[in-house]
Protein backbone atom coordinates (compact mmCIF):
# COMPACT_ATOMS: atom_id res chain seq x y z
CA UNK A 1 0.00 0.00 0.00
CA UNK A 2 2.88 2.59 1.07
CA UNK A 3 4.82 1.88 -2.15
CA UNK A 4 1.61 2.06 -4.43
CA UNK A 5 1.17 5.96 -2.94
CA UNK A 6 4.55 7.22 -3.99
CA UNK A 7 3.58 5.41 -7.61
CA UNK A 8 0.53 7.62 -7.69
CA UNK A 9 2.28 10.73 -7.30
CA UNK A 10 4.91 10.03 -9.13
CA UNK A 11 2.32 9.00 -11.93
CA UNK A 12 -0.34 11.58 -10.97
CA UNK A 13 -0.41 14.35 -14.19
CA UNK A 14 -2.01 17.03 -11.66
CA UNK A 15 0.66 16.92 -8.73
CA UNK A 16 3.68 16.97 -11.49
CA UNK A 17 2.23 20.02 -13.00
CA UNK A 18 1.59 21.95 -9.46
CA UNK A 19 5.46 20.72 -8.65
CA UNK A 20 6.73 22.02 -11.78
CA UNK A 21 4.80 25.22 -11.88
CA UNK A 22 6.36 25.53 -8.14
CA UNK A 23 9.59 24.74 -9.43
CA UNK A 24 9.52 27.36 -12.33
CA UNK A 25 8.88 29.76 -9.72
CA UNK A 26 10.98 29.06 -7.36
CA UNK A 27 14.00 29.09 -10.44
CA UNK A 28 12.77 32.12 -11.69
CA UNK A 29 13.40 33.57 -8.43
CA UNK A 30 16.81 33.08 -8.37
CA UNK A 31 17.12 34.14 -11.63
CA UNK A 32 15.71 37.77 -11.19
CA UNK A 33 17.71 37.66 -8.22
CA UNK A 34 20.85 37.04 -9.99
CA UNK A 35 20.09 39.55 -12.94
CA UNK A 36 19.32 42.55 -10.02
CA UNK A 37 21.52 41.97 -7.52
CA UNK A 38 24.29 40.39 -9.72
CA UNK A 39 24.29 37.65 -7.14
CA UNK A 40 23.76 33.68 -6.98
CA UNK A 41 21.33 33.41 -4.28
CA UNK A 42 20.34 29.75 -4.01
CA UNK A 43 18.03 30.64 -0.61
CA UNK A 44 15.57 31.89 -3.26
CA UNK A 45 14.94 28.39 -4.77
CA UNK A 46 13.33 27.35 -1.49
CA UNK A 47 12.17 30.87 0.32
CA UNK A 48 9.03 32.22 0.10
CA UNK A 49 8.09 35.83 -1.34
CA UNK A 50 9.38 37.75 -4.41
CA UNK A 51 8.71 37.09 -7.98
CA UNK A 52 6.63 35.42 -9.34
CA UNK A 53 4.51 33.75 -6.30
CA UNK A 54 5.60 30.17 -6.07
CA UNK A 55 2.19 29.59 -3.77
CA UNK A 56 0.20 30.96 -6.83
CA UNK A 57 1.92 29.45 -9.44
CA UNK A 58 1.45 26.18 -7.24
CA UNK A 59 -2.37 26.77 -6.62
CA UNK A 60 -3.03 27.79 -10.05
CA UNK A 61 -1.08 24.87 -11.99
CA UNK A 62 -2.66 22.63 -9.66
CA UNK A 63 -6.74 23.97 -10.50
CA UNK A 64 -5.96 24.46 -13.96
CA UNK A 65 -4.92 20.89 -14.28
CA UNK A 66 -7.78 19.27 -12.39
CA UNK A 67 -10.12 21.57 -14.24
CA UNK A 68 -8.15 20.01 -17.80
CA UNK A 69 -8.22 16.75 -16.34
CA UNK A 70 -11.43 16.29 -14.34
CA UNK A 71 -13.40 19.07 -16.37
CA UNK A 72 -14.32 22.67 -15.18
CA UNK A 73 -17.62 21.84 -13.78
CA UNK A 74 -16.72 19.30 -11.41
CA UNK A 75 -16.32 19.12 -7.42
CA UNK A 76 -12.79 18.47 -7.85
CA UNK A 77 -12.11 21.68 -9.52
CA UNK A 78 -14.85 24.01 -7.59
CA UNK A 79 -12.89 22.47 -4.27
CA UNK A 80 -9.08 23.30 -5.94
CA UNK A 81 -10.37 26.89 -7.04
CA UNK A 82 -11.72 27.81 -4.16
CA UNK A 83 -8.29 26.95 -2.20
CA UNK A 84 -6.33 29.00 -5.15
CA UNK A 85 -8.69 31.67 -4.18
CA UNK A 86 -7.58 31.78 -0.14
CA UNK A 87 -4.02 31.01 -0.53
CA UNK A 88 -3.63 33.72 -3.22
CA UNK A 89 -5.45 36.18 -1.30
CA UNK A 90 -3.75 35.15 1.99
CA UNK A 91 -0.30 35.58 0.22
CA UNK A 92 -0.94 39.19 -1.39
CA UNK A 93 -2.87 40.06 2.14
CA UNK A 94 -1.60 38.75 5.42
CA UNK A 95 1.58 37.49 4.63
CA UNK A 96 2.24 40.90 2.42
CA UNK A 97 1.24 43.05 6.12
CA UNK A 98 3.69 40.92 8.20
CA UNK A 99 6.50 41.63 5.74
CA UNK A 100 5.61 45.43 5.75
CA UNK A 101 5.33 44.87 10.09
CA UNK A 102 8.56 43.23 9.77
CA UNK A 103 10.23 45.87 7.57
CA UNK A 104 8.59 48.80 9.98
CA UNK A 105 10.28 46.82 13.40
CA UNK A 106 13.69 46.23 11.58
CA UNK A 107 14.13 49.93 10.57
CA UNK A 108 13.03 50.86 14.15
CA UNK A 109 15.60 48.60 15.71
CA UNK A 110 18.13 50.04 13.24
CA UNK A 111 17.04 53.79 14.41
CA UNK A 112 16.81 53.05 18.15
CA UNK A 113 20.79 51.38 17.72
CA UNK A 114 22.18 53.38 15.34
CA UNK A 115 23.75 50.80 13.36
CA UNK A 116 25.19 49.47 16.54
CA UNK A 117 25.86 45.60 17.51
CA UNK A 118 22.69 44.37 18.17
CA UNK A 119 22.17 41.32 19.98
CA UNK A 120 18.76 40.38 17.50
CA UNK A 121 17.84 38.51 14.96
CA UNK A 122 16.29 40.32 12.10
CA UNK A 123 12.82 39.43 10.80
CA UNK A 124 12.12 38.07 7.87
CA UNK A 125 11.00 41.20 5.54
CA UNK A 126 9.82 38.79 2.04
CA UNK A 127 6.99 36.81 3.37
CA UNK A 128 4.18 37.96 1.26
CA UNK A 129 3.49 39.30 -2.56
CA UNK A 130 2.19 42.05 -4.24
CA UNK A 131 -0.72 41.48 -6.20
CA UNK A 132 1.75 42.01 -9.55
CA UNK A 133 3.71 39.31 -7.89
CA UNK A 134 0.52 37.25 -7.24
CA UNK A 135 -0.67 37.47 -10.88
CA UNK A 136 2.52 36.33 -12.52
CA UNK A 137 2.51 33.11 -10.52
CA UNK A 138 -1.14 32.83 -11.18
CA UNK A 139 -0.12 32.87 -14.88
CA UNK A 140 2.57 30.81 -14.77
CA UNK A 141 0.49 27.64 -12.84
CA UNK A 142 -1.92 28.34 -15.89
CA UNK A 143 0.83 28.22 -18.37
CA UNK A 144 2.51 25.22 -17.04
CA UNK A 145 -1.01 23.18 -16.49
CA UNK A 146 -1.55 23.90 -20.04
CA UNK A 147 1.48 22.82 -21.31
CA UNK A 148 1.80 19.75 -19.57
CA UNK A 149 -1.91 18.55 -20.21
Do not use: C
Amino acid sequence: MYTHFWDGIYHNQVFQVAFVSWFLAQFFKVVLTFVTDGKLNLYRMVGSGGMPSSHSSFVTGLTTAVGLVEGFETPAFAVSLVLALVVMYDASGVRRAVGMQAMLLNRIIEDIYENKPIDHKRLKELVGHTPVEVFFGAALGILVANVMI
